[in-house]
């Protein structure tokens, strides 16, 4: 069954050859396992395989990255 809301993120970074960061990408997606009916020599089995779709990708510059962190950290205080 597929969920309705993102529940997994992934984080990528792209780096100058100097080890400088260019430009940060944030992905949503949903994970959930997925339920197919198969046919078997002992009868019919329910078989549960994950499944992932992405939702949204978004690429930001190094400092749109940093002002999402700061307003994160406004938002949701400091731990």
Request: hydrophobic share 40%; aromatic share 6%; net charge negative.
């Amino acid at each position: 069954m597929k969920p309705e809301y993102v529940n997994a993120f992934g984080l990528r970074k792209v780096c100058s050859p100097e080890g400088e960061i260019l430009e940060v990408t944030l992905d949503a997606s949903y994970k959930y396992m997925e339920n197919a009916m198969t046919v078997t020599a002992k009868g019919v089995e329910n078989v549960a395989t994950p499944n992932s779709e992405q939702v949204a990708s978004i690429v930001m510059n190094r400092q749109s990255a940093i002002s999402l962190r700061n307003l994160l950290i406004q938002t949701l205080g400091v731990e």
